[in-house]
Nanobody, 125 residues
């Protein structure tokens, strides 16, 4: 059974940085894409960034130039480095992975079959 566990959330001032991590277990981590999504209060879950099994990356416009997704296959971990945070980045952040291997990098939540429990990020002004 695939399990994803996020860590690294917290409270940070605007302009600051946070690094989120997600550790996966239950299957061959290196063979699957990994993604980060976020959900703010009273808003729908939205795509943040994804990385495929070849370490190609894609970002939502909101995070381009500020967020960096990376993976460490030896540690079964995907990370999201978030810099220049602003109050609009406040949300619960979720790690996810598709149920099946894909050739494209999925950016839609419905293409992901396994999800972590989320980690909260609060950016204060």
């Amino acid at each position: 059974q695939v399990q994803l566990v996020e860590s690294g959330g917290g409270l940070v001032q605007a302009g600051g940085s946070l690094r989120l991590s997600c550790t996966a277990s239950g299957r061959t981590f290196s063979s699957y894409a990994m993604g980060w999504f976020r959900q703010a209060p009273d808003k729908e879950r939205e795509f943040v960034a994804a990385i495929n099994q070849y370490s190609r990356t894609v970002y939502a416009d909101s995070g381009k130039g500020r967020f960096t997704i990376s993976r460490d296959n030896a540690k079964n971990t995907v990370s999201l480095q978030m810099d220049s945070l602003n109050t609009e980045d406040t949300a619960d952040y979720y790690c996810a992975t598709p149920r099946y291997q894909r050739t494209s990098i999925p950016t839609n939540a419905r293409d992901y079959g396994y999800w972590g429990q989320g980690t909260q990020v609060i950016v204060s002004s």
